[in-house]
Nanobody, 126 residues
């Protein structure tokens, strides 16, 4: 079990950028794959990005590809989501999640993840 706390959300103009952080504690972190999901009001939670335990592999939803970058610093027990440029459709609560099981491929569905943060709000104005 690992505790996850997101930060870095806020209000930003379309075309701007944000960097979200997810700090982990309570359990080992460096051997977990990590993912980012988001949920807008009235919509289902959707996959955003995922990164392997060693940071060598990453995958992205088509809607954010070429705009978002996921990264991690295992020495700091932290995973990041760099978002640039932002669009109004990116407005949502963003959650980070940990996948404690070893997998050959990165998971892109929320059912595959074990531990979740509380979320951080990102609002993009036009």
């Amino acid at each position: 079990q690992v505790q996850l706390v997101e930060s870095g959300g806020g209000l930003v103009q379309a075309g701007g950028s944000l960097r979200l952080s997810c700090a982990a504690s309570g359990r080992t972190f460096s051997n977990y794959a990590m993912g980012w999901f988001r949920q807008a009001p009235g919509k289902e939670r959707e996959f955003v990005a995922a990164i392997s335990w060693n940071g060598e592999h990453a995958t992205y939803a088509d809607s954010v590809k070429d705009r978002f970058t996921i990264s991690r610093d295992n020495a700091k027990n932290t995973v990041y989501l760099h978002m640039n440029p932002l669009k109004p459709e990116d407005t949502a609560v963003y959650y980070c999640a940990a996948d404690r099981g070893w997998k050959r491929f990165l998971a892109v569905v929320d059912q595959e993840y074990d531990d979740w943060g509380q979320g951080t709000q990102v609002t993009v104005s036009s």
